[in-house]
Every structure is written in structure tokens, then in C-alpha cells.
């Protein structure tokens, strides 16, 4: 069986996404896409062979679609996602879930309501084999107790429409979800801090940002999230424990030695350094779609993610410490 797919956005990675599941998803197909912008949505529907339909709910509701694919913009996730709930079709969506807790809760109540998972969030670092050997380190107890994890998020550059809470709920989302997935802990406090600002970019945007999380078991997270950092896409991330470390390697790449110098290219974004986590989740998602089953980082995920972003946008500019109002999670999810 092929699972026919309807795309709603067709931006950066709305793109990718149809390109990747034309080229390397086995059993998948794209059928239909929307966009806002229809001619954004022509050349993407174009080059997939799929037709173009007039909104994002129509893709949810057409009845060639089996599964649907959001990738809008984050504040236009949520009531995507209830209209495919409402449907009963399982639906991916890229990070955030969503951009609040209170629209979160929204989606694991219908979810509960409908009795069925058929939420996957795209938190795709979960699939790179950097982090996926990182939490085998962690789960073999090599390193001991965690206490401390030190994280890096870097990106050459953000467009001007991307404003200073974006760092907190469209960017540092990645590890807060990891947080959570590497430690199998829950953030229980969020603060951001903000440093003197780069004058490499806009007036409107508070960049550096720098941010403290603490655990329900004590572990305390920094996050240096900068993403007009100029030189290239930079992620790093260390956990340390009570007896040793684990980090996450550097992308494999040749080192070149020459004229007294030594050299390794610095990859510019997300979608070069993250290429083949990209197409496991998807490979995933698909294959679980197919077998009618939940699979991967899930509604609670999305929500739990969401309540921490809540507590740091509340601290970006007041630098207070803040906990994070997170709701006990339903034996639904597991
Ligand atoms: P983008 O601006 O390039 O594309 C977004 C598209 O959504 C645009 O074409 C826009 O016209 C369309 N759109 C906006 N509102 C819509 C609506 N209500 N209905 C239908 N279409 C709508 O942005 P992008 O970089 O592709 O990001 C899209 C989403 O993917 C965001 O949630 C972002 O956080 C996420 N993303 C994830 C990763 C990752 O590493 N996992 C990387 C990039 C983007
Ligand atoms: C973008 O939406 C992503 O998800 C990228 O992975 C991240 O590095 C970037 O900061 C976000 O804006």
C-alpha cells in the first residue's frame, strides 16, 4: 500500500520534505499541497506530480489523502492539527508542535478524545547518529549520573521576520526535546538571559540569548542559542556525569593539513547537517502509517516541549527564573 500524503506549506522545508519523500520514502507519495502562496505551492505540487489545493483543511479533508504533512509556519500547526484529528488521519508535523501550552493541551485532549495517537512532532535530532550513540552512552551508565549538559545551537544567519522569542519556541526547541529524551527527565525551570547583542543584525532582535533549565532530578542545562553567529550552522551538545562525559561529534569531514595550516569545512544549515535524520523520520513515520501504529516524539512531547518554551518567553527580558506549569501525563501516552 502507498501512503498518499498531503502537504500543507511549501516553504524551505515543505520542499525538502516532498523532495525527500519523492527520492527516499519508500511507500509514500504526495498527492496534494496548499500553501498560502499557491504559486509557492505550483512549483512544489509540480515537481511531486501532485495537484494543488486551495487550503491547508482541504488537504486535510480530500479524500486521496491518507496522512498529512504540516510544515507552515509554527503558529499555524494547531488547528491543522485538530482538523486531522477531527479526520482521523495521522498527521506529521514539523517543530513546534505548537507555540503554546494552552494550544498543546488542546491537541492531546482531542487526541484522547479520538482514542487514537495520530500525532508525530518532527523532532528529528532523535534520528541523527550522533545523539541516537549519545543516549546509548547514557542508558549503559558508562559515565554514571548525569549532572550537567552543555548545549550550542548556532545559525549563520536568521531572516528578518525571525524575532527574539523564536529563539526560545522555534530554535531551542531542538534540545529542550532533547533534554528530555536524553535524560528521561522533565524541565521543571526555564531563564533566559540576555547578553550584549551582535550589531551583525537587526535592531529588533535580542541575539545572543542564553538560557538555564533545570530537571525534576536537579541536572542543570545551558543553551547558548545565536543565530547570527555568521559563520556557519553549529550544534554541540555534552552531558556530564558522575564519572565521565559524552559529546556529540563533530559532522564527519575531512581534516586537511597543508601550508601550515589545518582546515574542516563548517556546514551552513540545518537541512546539510541534518540530512539523514531527516529521511529516518520520515522513513519511520510512513512505515508506521502504513502498519496503522504510533510511532517517534508524539503529542505529550509537543505539549511538554511547549510548556517549557511558555516559562522561557516569559523570562526573555526579566531574566527571572520561572517553573514550568506542565500537566501530569495520561496513561494514554504511555
Ligand atoms: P518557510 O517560511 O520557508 O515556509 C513556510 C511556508 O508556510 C511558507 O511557504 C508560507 O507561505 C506557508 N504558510 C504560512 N502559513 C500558512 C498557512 N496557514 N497555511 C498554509 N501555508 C502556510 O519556513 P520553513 O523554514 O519551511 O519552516 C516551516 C516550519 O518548519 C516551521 O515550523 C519551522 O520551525 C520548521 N522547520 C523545522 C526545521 C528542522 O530542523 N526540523 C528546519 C526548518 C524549519
Ligand atoms: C529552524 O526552524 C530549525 O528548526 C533549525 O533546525 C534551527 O537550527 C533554526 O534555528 C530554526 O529556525
Known amino acids: 500500500m502507498t501512503v498518499h500524503i498531503g502537504v500543507i506549506g511549501a516553504g524551505a522545508i515543505g520542499a525538502d520534505h516532498v523532495r525527500r519523500i519523492g527520492a527516499r520514502v519508500p511507500g509514500a507519495a504526495v498527492v496534494a499541497v496548499a500553501d498560502i502562496d499557491p504559486a509557492r505551492a505550483g512549483e512544489v505540487a509540480s515537481g511531486a506530480g501532485a495537484r494543488v489545493l486551495p487550503s491547508g483543511l482541504d488537504v486535510v479533508t480530500d479524500p486521496h489523502v491518507d496522512a498529512v504533512l504540516v510544515t507552515s509556519w509554527g503558529p499555524t500547526h494547531a488547528d491543522y492539527l485538530l482538523a486531522a484529528i477531527d479526520a482521523g488521519k495521522p498527521v506529521f508535523t514539523e517543530k513546534p508542535m505548537v507555540t503554546t501550552a494552552a494550544d498543546g493541551l488542546r491537541i492531546v485532549e482531542a487526541e484522547q478524545s479520538s482514542g487514537r495517537r495520530l500525532v508525530r512532532v518532527g523532532f528529528m535530532r532523535r534520528h541523527d547518529a550522533g545523539y541516537r550513540a549519545m543516549k546509548e552512552v547514557l542508558a549503559?551508565?558508562?559515565?554514571?549520573?548525569?549532572?550537567?549538559?552543555?548545549?550550542?545551537?548556532?545559525?549563520?544567519?536568521?531572516?528578518?521576520?525571525?524575532?527574539?522569542?523564536?529563539?526560545?519556541?522555534?530554535?531551542?526547541?531542538?534540545?529542550?526535546?532533547?533534554?528530555?529524551?536524553?535524560?528521561?527527565?522533565?524541565?521543571?525551570?526555564?531563564?533566559?538571559?540576555?547578553?550584549?547583542?551582535?550589531?551583525?543584525r537587526f535592531e529588533h532582535l535580542q541575539d545572543p540569548q542564553f538560557m538555564l533549565f533545570e530537571t525534576a532530578s536537579g541536572v542543570r542545562v545551558d543553551l547558548e542559542v545565536f543565530v547570527n553567529c555568521q559563520y556557519g550552522y553549529d550544534i554541540r551538545c555534552e552531558v556530564v556525569g558522575e564519572m565521565g562525559t559524552v559529546e556529540l561529534p563533530h559532522p564527519a569531514d575531512v581534516w586537511v593539513r597543508s601550508g601550515a595550516r589545518l582546515r574542516t569545512p563548517v556546514l551552513q544549515d540545518w537541512s546539510e547537517r541534518f540530512a539523514a535524520a531527516f529521511d529516518d523520520e520520515l522513513i519511520e513515520w510512513v512505515a508506521s502509517v502504513r502498519e496503522g501504529r504510533a510511532s517517534g516524539p508524539d503529542s505529550w512531547d509537543g505539549y511538554a516541549v511547549a510548556a517549557v518554551t511558555d516559562a522561557a518567553a516569559e523570562s526573555l527580558g526579566s531574566g527571572e527564573v520561572l517553573p514550568v506549569l506542565l500537566d501530569k501525563r495520561p496513561a494514554f501516552y504511555g
Open 140 to 200: 549503559s551508565g558508562e559515565i554514571g549520573t548525569p549532572l550537567l549538559m552543555h548545549c550550542v545551537h548556532r545559525n549563520a544567519t536568521a531572516p528578518e521576520t525571525y524575532h527574539s522569542e523564536m529563539a526560545i519556541r522555534d530554535t531551542a526547541v531542538h534540545e529542550i526535546d532533547l533534554i528530555r529524551w536524553l535524560l528521561d527527565d522533565e524541565v521543571v525551570s526555564a531563564q533566559v538571559i540576555s547578553p550584549r547583542r551582535t550589531s551583525r
